[in-house]
Nanobody, 116 residues
Framework: QLQLVESGGGLVQPGGSLRLSCAAA????????MAWYRQVPGKERELVAR????????NYADSVKGRFTISRDNAKNTVYLQMNSLKPDDTAVYFC?????????WGQGTQVTVSS
């Protein structure tokens, strides 16, 4: 059964760190480009970071450059998002996303709340 299961969200103080994980199952993870998106109520889902399947090239939203790092472990079928220097504006539901040509899959999301 195809699954993308996120974990690692929670409540953190401004300036703190969290690492999100997304475990994939039911498809050939290594050939998919992977990404993290986030969404707050009333706004569109936005791309946070993306990593390609082959060379592991990455790109980031301007708002998270220098603070967030996306990585993947194809042996573990897992993609990660290391989030440092978190700000209240980073509060959102974070979604894992897998894409290969016309196929795409979403995880169920994990809540990240940055607040003192």
């Amino acid at each position: 059964q195809l699954q993308l299961v996120e974990s690692g969200g929670g409540l953190v103080q401004p300036g703190g760190s969290l690492r999100l994980s997304c475990a994939a199952a039911g498809f050939t993870f290594s050939i998919y480009d992977m990404a993290w998106y986030r969404q707050v109520p009333g706004k569109e889902r936005e791309l946070v970071a993306r990593i390609t399947r082959s060379r592991g090239s990455t790109n980031y939203a301007d708002s998270v450059k220098g603070r967030f790092t996306i990585s993947r472990d194809n042996a573990k079928n897992t993609v990660y998002l290391q989030m440092n220097s978190l700000k209240p504006d980073d509060t959102a539901v974070y979604f894992c996303y897998a894409e290969l040509r016309t196929k795409s899959y979403w995880g169920q999301g994990t809540q990240v709340t940055v607040s003192s």
